[in-house]
């Protein structure tokens, strides 16, 4: 009988959450930089932190999730920066 994993289901405190999205706010990281920074799963954990949290209004639905990575991608080489 093969055993099966059972997923680690991680609690976040309130604090994280907001620091997180403060973060994703101010231009220093994508949704996707911060999942992979703090190791956070991508999916629809930190959308549902910036809608809670976030001082903007966010969609319920957000798609693709690349539009916010090119709009910095765009600025950084508006402002000659790399990476």
């Known amino acids: ?25 101010r231009g220093e990281l994508t949704s996707r930089e911060a999942a992979r ?9 930190i959308p549902s932190w ?11 639905k957000i798609v693709g999730g690349n539009d916010e990575e090119r709009t910095r991608r765009d600025q950084r080489a508006k402002e000659g920066i790399s990476g």
């Open 1 to 25: 009988m093969k055993m099966k994993h059972r997923e680690r289901i991680t609690q976040y405190s309130e604090a994280f959450k907001r620091k997180v999205v403060e973060e994703i706010e």
């Open 37 to 45: 920074t703090y190791g956070v799963p991508y999916g629809g954990i």
């Open 50 to 60: 910036l809608r809670k949290y976030g001082s903007r209004k966010y969609e319920t």
